[in-house]
């Protein structure tokens, strides 16, 4: 074999980081997962989730975010919640934290790292229009229906903006 058969290029790892792992993060993995399926470039990531505390831990994801991603079909049935641990920064090439405190939390944990760790924050992914002033994915828990829709339509914007940004740093 000539070494031009299309080798698999190596996946990038991607895991998206909120509180609980019950509402924001497991619904940004779906809708980034669902776009790269749409788009054909599935093979090309790995996508995860997980929370800085530990309450849910082996909880499914949120009844309410589960419906909410059901109506724009996203089956997030099968996830569990599992808490962020400082060795998900060796598993995963970027951290993405849905908001401010989150992202200080892992800024935190990634102290420990000897290298440094790709850590970003989700929201400036989402278009300047639809994102308005706040740098948060705005905690939904204890809001109503309304709140996770907002979580899913700023999902659905900046998962496609990373997607873009990822495409363009790896010259894909
Ligand atoms: P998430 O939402 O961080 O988007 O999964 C939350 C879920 C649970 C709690 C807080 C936020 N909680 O305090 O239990």
New binding site residues.
Partial sequence: MSGHAASAPTPIRLCFV??????????AEGVFGELVRRRGLHARFVVASA?T?D??VGHPA?RR?IAAAAARGIDLRAHR?RQFRVDDFARFDVVVA?DRS?HAVLQRLARRLPTPADLRLFMPYVDAAARGESLD?P???YGGPEDFER?LDLCEAGCAGLLDALLAERRL
Wanted: charged share 10%; net charge negative; with cysteine.
């Fill in positions: 909120c509180l609980g792992n019950i509402c924001r993060s497991p619904i929370g505390g309450w849910h949120d975010a919640a849905m989150n994915v905690d939904p828990y979580v």
